[in-house]
């Protein structure tokens, strides 16, 4: 026998209980919290109260920002949320001249608030099952990939019905269990937000990409935006003429301090989790696809660092790029050293027998059943021959600019053809506008020398693959080496954006006679990614249904029910303030201070504090934010609730639904809760409310906003 | 005003109450232990138990071993100390195809033992305050080199006049407290120490370079030596016809666990510590010393590992030099991290301030004392102008093996003329013999291309010296380049040791005849080392009397009386088991089971566990060792007392005076402890005994020593 770990251990025994008594593990959907008896989970909140459409609720405080979470903080459409939510929209507002990123931004009137470009808010007013309304397009008959379409064109149709009903609302369909359940959610939508206050990167990024994913923690990452509507309160993209937004709610910010042990619960957009998966999706991952990524964007971060040395502009220009590309590598190498410590791939297998053999005792069962397991793990087997040439295709327009700028170019030419409804969602009506402004806003990533040579790279490695593996288009341009690549980036007019605008107005047709070096790129690549997206509608048509009869079988083996993974729509999880032992013979206690920032302190500038939080904090000016028990002001907290990416500035509320904290990351052992979540090492980060008050009245002067939060 | 840090705070605090209420800092000397009131701190076992010369007592079962502390085990000889300790033994009897550090050692019968080679083992009889004798030979009109050497004739006077009455025993004089307290001891020294059972380095080591210095810890460090004697008892040399040394006493081994809170002891050999110093003392050694030695022996580890890379003998061979050089830059590097988060030298200075204060407000004191601070730092001004030079005249016989053997033999023909008393004390009678057997080991380590590396290396620097730093003889060599280096290495006969046994025969006369290379240079060197001695014998003739002046008055302000630095005699210290907040928001707790042991495992060969520790843990074989309340076996335990070098391997005692441990390192915080104690980061790391007896059984199979240790 051979022994691996404690958590080898505690696994095992996990596995075991987990049929008894349910963690508190889980983002429950919000329409299905009326199923948890809140009172008894030690909250004074009812279910209502936090979601009831057509009342005022909690969630009418909630907003759904770019790839975050944030919260109404007063009647005037405040909005609270994390530094490195708000990161691009303060990066795209600096200059050399006026760097916020590294002194911080504060709007002491709303005439200084700026735009917050790219940024857009929407709030829930509802939801409805649409299941069997999706799944009635489908027939057994039916192809793979025709099933896939099915599905898609059938949301579709339910989305623009919706929006048409509902005037300058925004309507999405999400998958809950693939293959299964379909929720369809109608927001509020708001186009017009604004930067209110961002403390200096020395607060809000605090430690940088060495703290990123670590407890203890001592980031500020909180940011203030604001909510803008037309003057009739709709929605409106940005006009001086518009007004400061009245939400129908906004969070009362508790003062009273919070200790462990004490009940907490968040509501918020987490992203994706995948722990319904089998072992063989997991191996891919961990064999394959995380270490591949996380090498290449620890790659592309070496290259922008060597560019932009000694060059101020270009610091600010890479910064929300790399740190984007490094969030994501160190998140994928904590969850390859979660994976490989915890043995997971192999737990899962076994765990797996056990299914099979519960499978194969019943003949009936096996009948029914005994094709999921093997039928998933081929179609990994597929996707990992297939591994070296997609994700260079799928790497591809994400690591060069011109490509990313082309390949929409050549979509949109193709799509625009189409009925609206039978177009891919970025070029339907209802998308394509932002569509178009998200890839001006790359343009604001470009640099010819970098695009170059990330270009030559990624030509490079499409080079070593031969057969059907082959990029035929790609590979043809290492015959010019370096210099043929410089040329295309030179040659190319995807750099203006009048250039590009004309070009996404164009057909097919007028485009294959552009001289655009990068367009008869994309030109040769169309028909390659054509293709690949047909090979991922068969098989998200082959694996949809076998996840949801796994989910079933499951389901009846454990006698358990199941929540379903993180789809970027509304949750709330819930848990308590808590520490945890991240190895043997240590303990993480669940509140940072101040103190420990002027402990980390150092010549890095990840670790550089601010000369006027010193100064404050030697007079130990500390305010009404005080926590008498640690003596000083609590900056961070941490708890075991089930969080994941997309969770970033939610509300942490305390047991009377308080604004307590604002979430921004978790602890390195819990990057695996995308995979696995465990009582024992999942935690989740938020900097206190009392830090967010005590910066913005002491570092940023904000008495303005203060007031505005009735502090 | 400017923040520092917690320590900041925490250090003022300390300099306030340190006036008031004494902490239980302290190495207490052996004969001081009277004063305790040993009942009222905790401990059921009184002074008189631990030490009373004529009396059987704890003592008698410490050992001095070479640089560092061992114990007595059993009735017959069985020695306890850490695997570190005995670590230069074990390689000296490992070879490629017997390779003991690698797979450990285990000698089934007495007859299996083999030599410790170069280990000596020395047990205190008694001691005797000497300082006036001592001090008595001084005069107030001697030049300061003269003092020192005054002062050193008169030590070597009292030792070889107690020798001659006490054959067979050992003295030594130590200066306690420097210029003002002397001690004579007197010990039993045996010759003959073998090796009975280490374990393999994956135990003995585990964690190697990088957990050194660092808690939480893993490390089985711990071997079993015996003494042994002729068979009527007394001293003898190595020989076939020696017997088991049969101790006054021994140590009971406790097999009842300990638990945070409990009170400990420790006896042993603590080497240098530095508390009494001066900032400008600290600020030399935090300036230029530490940081010197440091890159120096990480360059000379550099070469080392790169030579001996895929070569197993050269692994083998510079194993233990690494070791040492590696520890000695560890701790000099985490000594300056901590005196740099402490501002300490700062610290030092306002204490100065406030002392020169003190002095500054009675007349006649400042008269009597005014002095003291400026001229001790006047002497640290020079070291500082000289440090270029005399660095490299100290570093060079300890970095290049062929400058040692040549400047001993050197040295030798120039002391063997004089009067035995009159000689350097490594050329005395009493101890050239073992001067003699160091040399000859110093060839295990000996390797031509490393040793013409080094050297060249060592000339590469002193060739930026110029004027009156520079150091002619070592310089001239530059001339010829590496090449010239190579030859001379090439050409010496001083690898053989037939010839230096030869050479150490000689007078200077002969010597200026020889033909071999490093006898020349070292020929050449010799005045300038006769000079640097000179040099050092008057700064210490200057600095001595200051401190001891300095310790009066600061006595005087402070009202507290002093314990004086440790100095390489036997001391006790005691203290509490106690984890300690290494920072902010973290905890680490005083004990380490083998799980954590499991969970360090890595592809590193220094996290390699071996397969049957593995298999044995997974079958829950812990017989009575298992700690009921962390169902694990206890590995390491951490306390609050104060160690440095040279306790590595003491016992460590419960309350009534049994063995549960053996000490071995300090945590990373605790490397200041050298120049300062504080109870909030102080801590020092055992193996805890139930580890040591578990791996001695599950791992080693020797249940011949469980059954000698009465288990």
Not at 318 to 329: D, E, S
Not at 530 to 554: I, N
Not at 673 to 678: E, G, L, P
Request: proline letters at 5%; one cysteine or more.
């Amino acid at each position: 026998m051979k022994f691996f770990s404690r958590f080898f251990l505690v696994f095992l025994f996990m596995v075991v209980i987990s049929v008894f008594s349910p963690a508190e593990e889980g983002m429950w959907p919000i329409h299905e919290i009326g199923r948890l008896d809140l009172a008894k989970l030690g909250f004074q909140v009812t279910a209502e109260r936090i979601f009831k459409p057509g009342q005022v609720s909690l969630t009418d405080a909630i907003v759904n920002l770019s790839g975050g979470t944030g919260s109404f903080v007063s009647a005037d459409g405040l909005i609270i949320t994390n530094h490195h939510v708000a990161f691009s929209a303060i990066q795209r507002a600096s200059s050399v001249s006026a760097d916020y990123l590294r002194n911080g931004f504060l709007a002491k009137t709303h005439a200084d608030e700026v735009p917050a470009k790219g940024y857009t808010v929407r709030i829930i007013e509802s939801c409805r099952d649409v299941s069997a309304e999706i799944l009635s397009s489908l027939n057994r008959r039916m192809a793979f990939a025709a099933r896939t379409q099915a599905i898609e064109k059938k949301m579709k149709e339910i989305i623009l019905k919706t929006e048409a009903e509902n005037k300058g609302k925004r309507a999405e369909v999400a998958e809950m269990f693939p293959g299964k359940t379909y929720m369809l959610f109608l927001y509020t939508y708001l186009k017009d937000v604004r930067l209110v206050y961002a403390p200096p990167q020395a607060i809000g990024n605090f430690g940088g990409e060495t703290d990123n994913w670590v407890w203890p923690r001592h980031t500020g990452d909180f940011t203030f935006l604001r909510a803008y509507a037309a003057p009739d309160g709709t929605s409106a993209d940005f006009s001086p003429a518009n007004v400061p937004y009245h939400p129908r709610s906004y969070l009362k910010v508790a003062s009273q301090g919070l200790k462990e042990g004490d009940r907490v619960f968040i509501l918020g957009y987490p992203g994706r989790t995948y722990r319904h998966r089998t072992a063989s999706y997991l191996a891919f991952e961990e064999n394959l696809r995380m270490p591949y990524v996380a090498d290449l964007n620890d790659w592309q971060i070496q290259e922008m660092e060597r560019l932009a040395q000694g060059d101020k502009a270009l610091v600010i220009q890479f910064a929300a790029r790399i740190k984007g590309l490094a969030n994501t590598m160190k998140n994928y190498r904590s969850k390859l050293t979660g994976l490989k410590r915890l043995h997971w791939v192999a737990q899962k297998e076994t765990e797996e027998k056990r299914l099979i053999a519960f499978i194969e005792a019943d003949p009936a069962r096996r009948k029914q059943t005994g094709d999921i397991i093997p039928a998933t793990a081929a179609i990994y087997r597929e996707m990992t021959e297939q591994f070296p040439r997609e994700i260079i295709l799928e790497q591809l327009p994400r690591v060069v600019n011109l490509v990313q700028i082309a390949n929409t170019v050549v979509e949109a030419a193709h799509e625009l053809q189409k009925k609206d409804v039978d177009r891919e969602s970025a070029y339907m009506d209802r998308n394509f506008d932002k569509t178009k402004e998200r890839l001006l806003l790359t343009l604001k990533n470009f640099h010819p020398i970098l695009d170059a040579r990330f270009l030559t790279e990624m030509v490079k490695r499409s080079r070593v693959l031969s057969g059907t593996l082959r990029i035929e288009p790609l590979a043809a341009l290492g015959e010019g080496g370096s210099a043929a690549v410089e040329k295309m980036v030179a040659a190319t007019r995807l750099t203006d954006p009048k250039a590009i605008e004309a070009l996404l107005k164009q057909t097919p047709e007028e485009l294959t006679q552009s001289s655009d070096p990068f367009i008869k790129l994309a030109l040769g690549m169309f028909p390659l990614y054509r293709s690949l997206k047909e090979t991922q509608e068969r098989r998200k048509g082959q694996l949809d249904p076998l996840a949801a009869r796994l989910s079933e079988v499951r389901k009846e083996w454990l006698k358990t029910d199941f929540i379903p993974d993180a789809n970027g729509t509304l949750r709330m999880t819930f848990g308590t303030i808590r520490g945890y032992s991240p190895r043997d013979a240590v303990y993480h206690q669940p509140f940072t201070t101040i103190r420990g920032v002027l402990e980390k302190e150092s010549a890095s500038p990840e670790f550089e504090v601010p000369e006027l939080l010193k100064e404050r904090y030697a007079a130990r000016e500390f305010g009404p934010f005080l926590h008498s028990g640690l003596q000083d002001v609590p900056v961070a907290m941490l708890y075991d609730m089930d969080t994941t990416g997309g969770n970033s500035g939610s509300p942490v509320f305390n047991a009377r639904g308080e604004l307590v904290g604002v979430n921004f990351d978790r602890a390195q052992e819990a990057t695996i809760n995308d995979f696995v979540w465990s009582t024992d090492f999942s935690r989740s980060i938020a900097v206190d409310i009392r830090y967010v008050l005590w910066v913005t009245r002491y570092i940023g002067g904000a008495e303005n906003l203060l007031n505005e939060l009735d502090i």
